[in-house]
């Protein structure tokens, strides 16, 4: 995988263009405030309990429901002549564009160019002994993991058992636990790369950093 | 010695500027300006002459202060209660008491430093010998504006603390010294929940068998009645004592909402309309005596003050003790003499008299605690009954206590005892016949097999067949009263929709058949107060009593009136409080509801009287009492101190019942909060709430406020609150009608009458 055209790539189009439809049939109204080219805000607050931009709303039954923006994004266009009208289930009304985070790009990096393991279970993971020393004294990139390999301590109500790690050869890029936290099942516990991506990977991860405007 | 007192002129000034906050102007700047000039010539002059001018400025200062004090506003008072160098508890233990130990505190050590608790004692004299007299005081520590002390405003595990050592000084039999200087309790759930931990102080306060003196100088609400429930109370005279904050009713008068804040004008005049002073409170009997403070409010430094106020708690404790100790005629004989030799100025710690108490004292203590509390707040009301229905319902009281006493315990105790006899009786006849007769018993059962093995059908179905929950518990969408709700043709959105992808559904299915639960997830939509009351009790068993009485604007609040009377019209109730007898299932019971839809379901001295009226019936009559909160917005803030004063009514009156043998169980819906949740419904053993309701202390906005934390959508749901231990079960609402059958014949003590 060339991460490095990967990144390009997404340079070229920083956008997720998609098309808000409406969720059933009824009658549309747009919100009267809104033209395209207008910005966009998405659910906010720690618990996302402010809603986004109301963008339109739809009558089935004398039952008025809201539709709002889902993602910070520009509106591209509305579909104007479906104003006032009985759509049926999936009419799209409008069309966003999303600028993508810095952080949702180094998202989509990571899933191209590293292999993730999995956390199986609800549960404390550590590296075993060995491991762990050596990813204190020299880093994480330094230890090379094989399919097979007896790699971490699962800890859960003082049950430890080992787990091995299942996938690709290679050295481990990132850590996503710590030993004070329990990781959910279906969480990342590691990105193992191949050796010979590592430097082109931490390239991109750095320009991405420093070069991406912020959110 | 110049240069101090040059300093405590400027201090003093500075107090006169923060407490008129920026009012007054002209004196002020009288003031200012002779401070200021009189700062220029100090290093000019003699000592003699420095002197001199330094006791002309204070006889300026003095009839300055004497003048403002003759104008001080109520929000005023407020503002000198809140200021830093009001005199704090510290300061009262350091210069009333003769020695203390503090418990459980050292600064910011402290399982909660706002509340602050010491082992005190009072030296007195007897003849030559000398006394010392311990007290367990109790009170808010606002440490002069120390961050650490949360401005007095407790946490639940600081009332936790201090009802632990209320405990404590019972078991010691010595007397409570209670001092409230809190604007509020610190409002969250976390255990044991702010509200729950109120409710349980007030719970165990009404039945403390010692002393309780509380001294209000800063009563906010239910964080002051956590420790206020005493014997007597008495307030300091800039004090104030209150139902909300001058600020909380100008939010809510003024409809302000996320965090904006009202105008110093509407502030001023709430705290006018609320009657907070201690003047207003004596007036309306909510405290029993004010201590007279200097000019402008207590501060640390004035200790003829403190002189005061320790003869003052001493008269009082004597007091207290005076009125259930010894002999009826001696001990009036005692009071009457110790008044009037206080009145000639008699030194208190010159005398002495033992404060602890023997258990028939104790016993007379508690009563006459609850004998206190039962008269207050009568004029808060409206009750149009004449002499002659009082005089019908006094009657009926007499019959229900008397035919009770001959049904339950004359007759029906020796029935039992009768029939437990004829029981055994019976029991042995039977084995010993069963015994002779077995051998003709097999003979005939293998001659007539029928007449051996005896079945019944329904035996045998309830044994083999599998149990239909349909024809048990269900009504299968046959409802009593279909909401008027079900009658509109229109779709309805489940609030779960998003997560839980429930479609929408038609407004007669959803408010009909299902009886305003969701099919897909089970979210219960709010329902009107009615259709619990046909579809939950028997057909035609309610019987509603106290109708009458009606929720009144005691304190002439303004435009309150009006709107209580909107109230009234709209809905057709006096109160927000309906009280009624019903059945489940034939098991006659007592109900006071609290309806939303009456002014918020917000509780003043009428629903107050009701539910404790509902509460002696249900005593009287041996009747289960069901509290079930249709919904609460909490006390009525417009009524001031008589709908706080409900907090330790109603739950003294829950005390009674419980201590009686009764059933005490409370009900939520929609939504409950505030004061009712944090005394008479929070303090039930048996509390359970329904589906989709939200149950807390305060909203979010103010726990947002107060806080700083932003807090989850669902931090007020019954399933945080049944995880907090708040609440004893989640009921739907379509099983409330068995939920509570199965209530009543599994829970309550022992004086219910089918028990």
């Known amino acids: ?21 409406v969720p059933h049939c009824g009658v549309v109204r747009f919100n009267s405030k809104l033209k395209a080219g207008d910005k966009l805000s998405g659910p906010r607050g720690q618990w996302k309990e402010l809603l986004g931009t109301l963008l339109a709303d739809i009558e089935r039954e004398r039952c008025l429901k809201n539709i709002y923006a889902r993602e910070k994004g520009e509106l591209v266009s509305i579909n104007y002549e479906l104003a006032g009208k009985f759509v049926e289930a999936g009419a799209e009304i409008m069309h966003v564009r999303h600028f993508m985070s810095r952080n949702e790009v180094l998202q989509t990096l990571l899933r191209h160019s590293l292999f993730l393991f999995n956390a199986p279970e609800k549960a404390k993971y550590y590296f075993v002994p060995n491991i762990d020393v050596k990813v204190k004294n020299t880093g994480a990139q330094s230890v090379s993991v094989h399919d097979g390999m007896e790699l971490f301590i699962i800890s859960r109500m003082k049950r430890e058992t080992t787990l091995r790690y299942t996938g690709p050869d290679g050295v481990i890029y990132a850590v996503y636990f710590d030993a004070e936290h329990h990781v959910a099942p279906g969480q990342p516990l590691i990105g193992v790369c191949p050796p010979a991506q590592l430097g082109q990977i931490e390239d991109v991860f750095m320009r991405v950093q420093t070069e991406w405007p912020e959110d | 010695m110049d240069d101090k007192k040059f300093h405590l002129l400027t201090e003093r000034y500075n107090y006169m500027h923060d407490v008129l906050s920026g009012k007054n102007n002209e004196n002020l700047r009288l003031l200012s300006s002779r401070l200021e000039e009189l700062g220029r010539r100090l290093p000019l002059l003699s000592p003699a002459e420095r002197s001199d001018a330094l006791t002309t400025l204070e006889d300026l200062f003095n009839f300055v202060e004497n003048k403002i004090e003759a104008e001080l506003t109520p929000m005023d008072k407020v503002r000198i209660v809140r200021h830093p160098q009001r005199v704090c508890l510290r300061d009262i233990l350091e210069n009333v008491y003769d020695n203390y130990t503090e418990i459980g505190g050292m600064g910011e050590h402290s399982l909660d430093p706002a509340i602050l608790i010491a082992r005190a004692y009072i030296t007195r004299h007897r003849g030559k010998h000398t006394v010392n007299q311990s007290v367990m005081v109790i009170g808010h520590e606002k440490g002069h504006g120390e961050e650490i002390r949360n401005g007095g405003s407790a946490s639940p595990w600081g009332n936790a603390k ?38 349980k102080n007030l719970y165990e306060m009404s039945n403390i068998r010692v002393p309780v003196l509380a001294v209000i100088s800063e009563g ?25 904050s ?23 005049k709430c705290a006018e309309q609320l009657r907070l002073t201690a003047e207003e409170n004596l007036r309306m009997g909510y405290v029993d005596g004010i201590l007279q403070e ?22 009082v404790t004597d007091e207290i003790v005076l009125e259930v100790r010894g002999i009826e005629p001696f001990r009036s004989m005692a009071r009457r003499s110790r008044r009037k030799k206080t009145r000639v100025g008699l030194n208190m710690d010159t005398v002495h008299l033992r404060w602890e108490l023997s258990s028939s004292a104790q016993e007379r203590l508690v009563e006459r605690r609850h004998k206190k509390f039962r008269k207050l707040s009568a004029k808060a009301r409206v009750d149009p009954r004449n002499t002659w229905s009082l005089l019908k319902t006094r009657l009926s009281d007499f019959w229900w206590d008397f035919s009770s006493y001959i049904r339950y315990d004359l007759f029906r105790r020796r029935q039992q005892k009768i029939s437990n006899f004829f029981g055994e009786i019976q029991s042995e006849t039977t084995f010993f016949f069963k015994n002779q007769t077995a051998p003709v018993r097999r003979l005939f059962g293998r001659l007539l097999p029928r007449f051996g093995a005896k079945s019944s059908g329904e035996a045998e179905k309830q044994l083999t067949a599998l149990s239909d929950w349909s024809e048990t518990k269900s009504r299968r969408g046959n409802w009593a009263y279909i909401s008027n709700k079900a009658m509109e043709d229109r779709a309805v959105v489940c609030p779960n929709a998003a997560t839980h992808g429930c479609l929408d559904m038609w407004a007669p299915d959803l408010y009909g058949e299902f009886a305003g639960v969701c099919t897909h997830c089970g979210h219960h939509f709010p329902m009107e107060y009615q259709w619990y009351l046909y579809n939950i009790f028997d057909k035609g068993s309610i019987r509603e009593f106290n109708a009458e009485i009606e929720a009144a604007d005691p304190l ?15 809905t057709g109730l006096k109160s927000s409080c309906l009280t009624f007898e019903a059945s489940i299932n034939n ?42 909160t249709h919904g609460t917005a909490g006390i009525r803030i417009q009524e001031g101190v008589n709908g706080v004063i409900q907090m330790p009514r109603c739950t003294i009156a829950v005390r009674r019942y419980i201590d009686a043998g009764g059933l005490y169980l409370v009900l939520y819906d929609t939504s409950s909060y505030a004061g009712p949740v944090a005394s008479f419904l929070g303090c039930s053993p048996y509390q359970f709430a329904i589906r989709s309701s939200n149950v807390g202390f305060a909203g979010p ?12 959508p669902n931090y007020h749901s019954v399933y945080k609150a049944l995880a907090r231990g708040h609440i004893q079960g989640i009921w739907d609402r379509r099983e409330v009608s068995f939920n509570l059958h199965q209530a009543m014949l599994t829970m309550g003590g022992r004086n219910l009458y089918y028990k």
Do not use: W
């Open chain 2, 701 to 712: 906005g103010v726990i947002q406020e107060t806080t700083g934390t932003v807090l989850a």
């Open chain 2, 220 to 244: 906010g609400s239910g964080g002051a009645e956590a420790i206020a429930l005493a014997d007597r109370r008495l307030m300091f005279s800039h004090g104030y004592y209150s139902v909300i």
């Open chain 2, 162 to 199: 201090a009802l632990h050592y209320m405990k404590v000084a019972e078991i010691e039999n010595i007397p409570i010294h209670a001092y409230v200087f809190t604007p509020g309790s610190y409002p969250v759930e976390d255990s044991p929940g702010a509200a729950q931990q109120i409710a």
């Open chain 2, 294 to 315: 200097p000019n402008l409010g207590v501060r640390c430094y004035h200790y003829d003050f403190m002189h005061h106020l320790r003869q003052e708690i001493l008269r």
């Open chain 1, 1 to 21: 995988m060339d991460i490095s055209a990967l990144l390009e790539e997404i340079k070229a189009s920083p956008y997720v263009e998609s098309d808000i439809a």
């Open chain 2, 246 to 268: 001058p600020e909380g009713a100008a939010a809510i008068e003024g409809n302000v909402k996320n965090g904006g804040a009202s105008s110093p004008a509407l502030v001023e």
């Open chain 2, 556 to 570: 002439g609040y303004e435009g309150f009136g009006v709107k209580l009377e909107k109230a009234k019209a709209a």
């Open chain 2, 587 to 628: 098991i006659k019971l007592v109900v006071a509801m609290l309806v939303a839809t009456f002014r918020g379901g917000s509780v003043g001295a009428a629903e107050g009287e009701k539910f404790i009226l509902a509460s002696e019936r249900a005593s009287k009559k041996r009747l289960p009492f069901l509290a079930y």
